[in-house]
């Protein structure tokens, strides 16, 4: 995992090289970008997206021009869409200029004119996979104050775009969208579930900032992430608070433990994430076997490749007598996730019988 800072003038990145474990971070400074006479900058509206190592950011390359206030950017003069990819966690940059991402011709970004040659502006047709693994989106708004913003969106990590897309404009003169966004799930049939009737709570007892978080005009946000079937049932996918991210993908233990227990010699299963250092975190797994099932590791992990992708089945199987339940008798993810942890830790003998191997 990383964190990306951006300046100005010269696009300036600041790389945070995490560890799986307590102790010191390092942060580099890296010039991404830079060339005498040009202005770079606004990595803000553009976006910054990352898959393990591979790190994409993008900003905008116009002329330099020294002004008392606003940015140093020439607002007379077209400016460019770009990106700068790294496949080393930072260390080294290459620019990019895809030509999905040109604006329509005569479009200013943010104030800015721009170039020639870009798709004209269309509404989008729907369909979009949003946790397709490649996935990316990226938004442009005309200005601050007015005018129509767009969208694009790439599936193999920003070598093609499609778009622009119109941005609604709710009534509006205009919207300035920037690049922020949340994926609650694969289509517009899943995310949160939120509920409104009668008997929903007035409030949290003595937690009214819980209560500020979890109640939005009579709309209680219950935090479960459900899937909606062609006719209108609904299926618990998982808790959002849960929710972990593996190599840049949306894991819901829920919807792992679901897989797991569809095995015949499964009674019970739990997934626990444990930090890895190259995919953030990894799904690790306490399963209870049926009484004279005769279950390995390996076929545990068969089971779940060959029923979802890849990215959520467990790294590891430990096979358990029962699953540890906390006070309110519920299950205690924070002392399997502690137990994981712990059974994972790397050896520091890469040649000792109790190291661990952690799967990419």
């Known amino acids: 995992m990383r964190v990306l800072l951006a300046g100005l ?25 830079k060339e005498a006479g040009r202005f770079a900058g606004w990595p803000a509206n553009h976006g910054i997206w990352s898959w393990g190592n591979e790190i994409l950011v993008g900003f905008e390359i116009g002329s330099f021009r020294k002004t008392d206030r606003g940015h140093a950017i020439d607002y007379d003069k077209p400016a460019e869409h770009v990106l700068a990819r790294s496949l080393d966690g930072g260390e080294t940059w290459t620019i990019e200029k895809p030509p999905g991402l040109r604006p329509p011709s005569g479009a200013k970004v943010a104030g800015v004119p721009t170039g020639e040659g870009g798709q004209p502006l269309s509404d989008c047709p729907g369909g979009i996979d949003f946790t397709s693994p490649g996935f990316a989106l990226t938004a ?25 897309f119109r941005v609604p404009d709710f009534g509006q003169p205009g919207t300035a969208a920037r690049t922020d966004y949340l994926v609650n799930g694969p ?23 819980e209560t500020a978080r979890r109640l939005r005009d009579g709309w209680l946000d219950t935090g479960d992430v459900c899937r909606r079937d062609a006719e209108g049932f609904y299926y618990f996918v ?71 992708p890849a990215y ?49």
């Not at 090289?17 to 010039?31: C, D, N, R, Y």
């Not at 467990?314 to 699953?323: G, I, K, S, T």
């Open 9 to 33: 003038v010269a696009l300036v990145v600041s790389s945070l090289a995490a560890t799986s474990g307590p102790g010191p971070h390092v942060i580099k400074h890296l010039t991404v970008y």
């Open 140 to 164: 442009r708004m005309t200005s601050v104050d007015a005018g129509q913003s767009r969208f694009y969106y790439s599936l193999d990590r920003g070598k093609t775009w499609s778009g622009p």
């Open 187 to 209: 289509h517009d049939d899943e995310g949160e579930l939120v509920l409104k009737n009668p008997g929903i709570l007035l409030g949290y007892h003595n937690l009214p900032e």
């Open 238 to 308: 998982g808790r959002i608070d849960d929710m972990f991210v593996c190599g840049g993908e949306n894991v819901y233990p829920g919807d792992v433990e679901a897989t797991l227990e569809r095995h015949p010699d499964v009674l019970q299963a739990a997934v626990v994430p444990v930090d890895h250092a190259l995919k953030g975190q990894v799904p690790m797994a306490f399963v209870v076997s049926r009484p004279g099932a005769t279950l390995t590791e390996r076929s545990v992990k068969e089971w779940a490749l060959a029923r979802g």
């Open 312 to 360: 959520q089945h467990p790294r590891r199987v430990f096979f358990v007598d029962e699953l540890p339940l906390a006070g309110t008798n519920k299950l205690d993810r924070a002392a399997l996730k502690a137990r994981a942890a712990a059974a994972t830790r790397p050896d520091p003998s890469p040649h000792s019988p109790g190291g661990v191997h952690h799967d990419r």
